[in-house]
């Protein structure tokens, strides 16, 4: 039934196409009905940083504090990059700069962070240039780069003991100076006491993918460049990472979703992310007659105007594969999946909180993607364990 009513929604599409049609414009596109909607944080805004991994792992972390009863903290998405800058040179340099060095990073960064280092408030470390109100990375991540570079290459024969301190100027001189310790409501903290505070385990959350070039059920180092902490991730059958994420959200746990969003079935200005069947075998007579008739851009135009609900790709594990291996998902943004919702025609969607602000925005910050957008470009995901249903959990020794 679904099916049909799609097919019927694209004909009267198609008829925008064409002058000579007589057929009624279509009404307002996308109603979304909400069927779940997990409380999570504020939309913050990465703005001009390549920092959407700090910003979706954050919100993540701030999400699980919320539904573990301990209240809403807005914590410092810098004070982790931060850390992970430094960690990230110090690693640049052992492999000779035979290695990624940018601003990109994964969600479990994040975890790293806590783990090691601690954590702490917004207030404590907003990681803001002077007189600046949003993060603009473009000349740390270029400096950044080329210090590094001037390091490797290294006419001195021999490395300095200068030149780690002199990164951290670089990155007090941007980010500030780092927090050792803080005074937050009243009460005086470290980084790793205000973690402790928190009371995040991080041995609680794990990465899952799905790919067909690594066995089931095993861990395996991710190959995307933004991984420089070569960290695993479990890979499981795709129906089974589907599985997770549904019932995650389903049971109040949202799951940090690392994707690809350079899609032209993403359209961030409409707040949706499709993927469009482009053989349309669902349409017949008069129907079909009209698809066929268009020519390749007409049809492209129809498929992506995103004026109302259309027909979706199936997707499968091989076409998740293939795109993979041929860097059509590539792992370009970080973000947070935080709900359960169905358009007009009960096509199934996930409500994503992005960090690219909330104003002049048609959901205020937030957009859907539906299950076939997921199913076909997701990376990796992050989720608690528990919101792992117990079947696959046992596959994974979990």
Not at 60 to 77: N, P, Q, T, V
Not at 216 to 237: G, S
Not at 273 to 302: N, Q, Y
Request: charged share 25%; glycine share 8%; proline share 3%.
């Amino acid at each position: 039934m679904k099916h049909f009513l799609s097919g019927l929604l694209v004909i009267v599409m198609l008829a925008s196409v064409h002058a000579q049609e007589t057929d009624p414009p279509l009404a307002a596109a996308y109603n979304f009905e909400i069927i779940k909607d997990i409380p999570t944080t504020s939309v913050k805004n990465q703005y001009r940083s390549g920092t959407c991994w700090s910003f979706s792992g954050i919100s993540f972390i701030e999400s699980e504090l919320i539904r573990k009863g301990k209240g809403e903290f807005d914590l410092s998405e810098m004070f982790v990059v931060r850390n992970s800058y430094e960690e990230k040179a110090v690693k640049y340099v052992r492999f000779q700069g035979n290695f990624n060095f940018s601003g990109g990073g994964a969600f479990h960064d994040v975890t790293h962070v806590i783990q090691n280092y601690g954590i702490v408030p917004e207030e404590a470390y907003p990681g803001l240039l002077e007189g600046e109100e949003n993060h603009i990375h473009g000349e740390l991540d270029a400096l950044s780069k080329a210090y590094m570079d001037a390091v490797i290459k290294n006419k001195n024969k021999k490395l300095s003991k200068a030149w780690f301190n002199g990164y951290k100027g670089i990155l007090d001189a941007y980010l500030g100076e780092y927090p050792e310790s803080f005074t937050y409501k009243g009460q005086e903290y470290t980084p790793e006491s205000f973690a402790a505070s928190l009371d995040i385990n991080v041995d609680d959350y794990v990465e899952i993918g799905s790919y067909t070039h690594h066995p089931f059920y095993e861990k395996f180092i991710i190959e995307v460049p933004d991984n420089w902490l070569l960290d695993e991730v479990y890979n499981i059958p795709l129906d089974e990472m589907m599985a997770i994420i549904k019932n995650s959200v389903e049971n109040g746990y949202t799951v940090a979703w690392g994707s690809d969003v350079s899609e032209k079935g993403f359209s961030w200005k409409n707040g949706v992310a499709i993927v469009p069947e482009e053989e349309r075998t669902d349409l017949t007579g008069t129907e079909k007659e009209k698809w066929e008739k268009l020519t390749k851009k007409e049809k492209e135009d129809a498929m992506y105007s995103f004026d109302a609900p259309v027909k979706e790709k199936v997707i499968t594990q091989a076409l998740r594969q293939e795109e993979f291996d041929n860097y059509q998902s590539t792992d370009d943004h970080g973000m947070l999946i935080t709900g359960l919702a169905k358009d007009e025609v009960g096509t199934n969607y996930y409500k994503v909180k992005n960090s690219w602000g909330d104003k002049n925005h048609k959901y205020n910050g937030y957009f859907f993607a539906s299950e076939s957008f997921v199913a076909l470009k997701t990376i990796d995901i992050m989720v608690h364990k528990d919101a792992i249903p117990k079947a696959i959990r046992k596959k994974l020794g979990l």
